[in-house]
């Protein structure tokens, strides 16, 4: 048994529509974004990760990159499959002799229909993987967080991401109630490509407005320690020509706005659905977040007007769902609620 143990390589991933993260041995080992770089002539992969991020927006005609996952599912299987195995591929500083048999935790939306979630198995196993369990984010998340989900309390996660935002209640190992929304951090770069558009005749592109959102994104207009005004660069609509903007934080807050509305009538949402022993629970505990859009400046603040609770943010929210995973895959065949 102790060959094949040798044999057998355990890690969680968080494949995400933003970026993918993957744990090995509880060690954070790959945290790349969700991007592959393709030479349309030959359809060979030339970049993954940060280096076909760098391509992204900037490309020739024989080269194009490609997310191949939207709103937290698979949307380009093949692709995906491909990205999957380079990311795995990282994991390791050299070429080990024989490929290891993979066992993994996968995180997958809680939304998410039978059809994408076997896009997700399939994918995995294509890349090598021998037995695959996948685990909800919201619960993965609040695993990450270090929340006791087994226990007979109710606990709140929202976690916002690139394609999805889940928000969940969570007791006895299970969820009870969850809203999972396809609105979530790209559609902030969106609000932001089309603010820009409007407010600035100035046309930026997906990578200059996560910059943007980064540096100086917010969710409401008066906030603590606001950022400086930044300057944005792009093209100019009317003359063609190549412009600096100066932004500050207030202007994206109004551009977020309905973005964000929404992610509020989801949670109010769940909260309506929860029953009124957990509501209590939650009433004590409070809500937690989670993923990376919950770093946008002011958002915790907001939520926290609208719901009347306190809201608590994840220590390392971009990798909480990854880390989870990675504590799912110590107890592979202790949790209940790991899906085979």
């Known amino acids: 048994m102790g060959l094949f143990n040798f044999m057998t390589k355990e890690i969680a991933m968080d494949l995400g529509t933003a970026n993918t993260v993957i744990i090995h041995n509880d060690k954070v080992v790959v945290d790349e974004p969700s991007i ?33 996952l939207r709103d937290g599912v698979i949307a380009d299987f093949m692709i995906a499959e491909h990205m999957m195995r380079e990311l795995i591929k990282m994991i390791y500083t050299r070429k080990p002799l024989f490929p290891p048999s993979l066992k993994m935790v996968i995180s997958i939306p809680s939304g998410i229909t039978e059809v994408e979630e076997r896009a997700v198995r399939d994918s995995a196993e294509q890349a090598g993987a021998k037995e695959v369990r996948l685990i909800h984010e919201p619960m993965a998340a609040a695993i990450g967080i270090g929340l006791d989900v087994l226990e007979p309390t109710g606990n709140m996660i929202i976690d916002i991401g690139g394609g999805t935002s889940e928000i969940a209640v969570i007791a006895l190992g299970g969820i009870v109630s969850n809203k999972s929304i396809r609105i979530a951090g790209d559609d902030f770069n969106a609000d932001i490509e089309e603010y820009m558009r409007k407010a600035h005749n100035l046309s930026i592109g997906e990578r200059t407005a996560e910059r943007v959102k980064i540096e100086v994104g917010a969710a409401m207009a008066e906030i603590d320690n606001p950022p400086p005004d930044f300057p944005v660069h792009g093209r100019h609509l009317l003359s063609g020509i190549p412009r600096e903007v100066m932004v500050s934080h207030a202007e994206i807050a109004q551009a977020l706005d309905k973005t964000i509305s929404k992610i509020e009538a989801a949670i109010l949402n769940a909260l309506e659905n929860t029953p009124p022993e957990l509501s209590a629970d939650i009433l004590n505990t409070g809500i937690y977040m989670a993923g990376g859009g919950s770093l946008l400046r002011g958002l915790d603040k907001r939520i926290e007007q609208k719901t009347k609770l306190r809201v608590h943010v994840a220590e390392d929210p971009l990798r909480a769902v990854a880390r989870g995973a990675g504590i799912a895959l110590k107890n592979f065949d202790k949790f209940p609620f790991l899906i085979k």
């Open 36 to 68: 592959v770089a393709i030479d349309r002539t030959t359809n060979k992969i030339m970049a993954v990760g940060r280096k076909a991020m760098l391509m992204h927006g900037k490309t020739h005609e024989n080269i194009k990159t490609i997310r191949p």
